[in-house]
Nanobody
């Protein structure tokens, strides 16, 4: 079992930056593909970005490409989401998720591929 705990959310103005963190415990973190998803009120949970086990590969949703950056520190069992130039439409609950990587460069983009989820952290972007 893997436990994931997100932090770093908050209320910010449009255009500023925010960094989310997700700390994992319970299993060998480096074996897990990590992903960030978000869910806005009344909408389905959507994929934001994923990172392979070795951090050698990342994949971003078009809506965040060029503004968000995912990274991981396997020594600290932590994955980060650096969010720059935040927009109103980035407002959502952000979740990190983990799944065992099938291959070294595996990345998963659908929620059903992930087994472990954090409780989420709220990000609210105001004008």
């Amino acid at each position: 079992q893997v436990q994931l705990v997100e932090s770093g959310g908050g209320l910010v103005q449009a255009g500023v930056s925010l960094r989310l963190s997700c700390v994992a415990s319970g299993r060998t973190f480096s074996n897990y593909v990590m992903g960030w998803f978000r869910q806005a009120p009344g909408k389905e949970r959507e994929f934001v970005v994923g990172i392979s086990t070795s951090a050698g590969r990342t994949y971003y949703a078009d809506s965040v490409k060029g503004r968000f950056t995912i990274s991981r520190d396997n020594a600290k069992n932590t994955v980060y989401l650096q969010m720059n130039s935040l927009k109103l439409e980035d407002t959502a609950v952000y979740y990190c998720a983990a799944a065992l990587g099938r291959y070294a460069d595996s990345i998963y983009t659908v929620p059903q591929d992930y087994v472990h989820w954090g409780q989420g952290t709220q990000v609210t972007v105001s004008s």
